[in-house]
C-alpha cells in the first residue's frame, strides 16, 4: 500500500467556477442578503424553510435516479469538463477581472 500513487484529479470546471473570487464574494454577499430577509420577515422565512427542505429532497432524489446515466456518460462528461476547464483558463487570461472579488470590482464605481 505504501508504494501506490494517489492519483489526484484537477479540480472540475464547476468547481473552479465556484471558487473564483468574484463568484464566491457574489456568493456570500447574496446569502447575507438571503438570511438577512428571512430574519426580517417571519412570514417569509417560514415559506423559505419549506422551500429549502423541497428543494432538498428533490436534489437528493434528482442525484440518485441521475446516477446510472451519469455514470453511462461520464466520458462525454469529462470530455466536456474537459473543454469547459479549457475555456475557464482563456477566460481567466483573459479578463482579469473574474479572478478579483466583488469589492474589488465595484470599488471603482462607488468613489
Not at 19 to 26: E, K
Not at 95 to 109: H, N
Request: glycine share 2%; with cysteine; charged share 15%.
Amino acid at each position: 500500500y505504501a508504494s501506490m500513487a494517489i492519483v489526484s484529479r484537477p479540480p472540475s470546471a464547476a468547481a473552479r467556477l465556484a471558487n473564483l473570487p468574484v463568484v464566491r464574494s457574489a456568493c456570500a454577499r447574496l446569502s447575507v442578503l438571503y438570511t438577512g430577509t428571512k430574519s426580517r420577515h417571519p412570514g417569509l422565512k417560514s415559506a423559505c424553510e419549506v422551500l429549502e427542505s423541497s428543494v432538498t429532497a428533490v436534489g437528493r432524489a434528482a442525484c440518485y435516479r441521475a446516477s446510472p446515466v451519469i455514470v453511462k456518460l461520464e466520458p462525454q462528461i469529462s470530455y466536456a469538463n474537459d473543454v469547459a476547464c479549457k475555456s475557464l483558463d482563456w477566460l481567466e487570461a483573459s479578463f482579469s477581472v473574474i479572478v478579483s472579488s466583488t469589492e474589488q470590482v465595484t470599488f471603482p464605481f462607488l468613489v
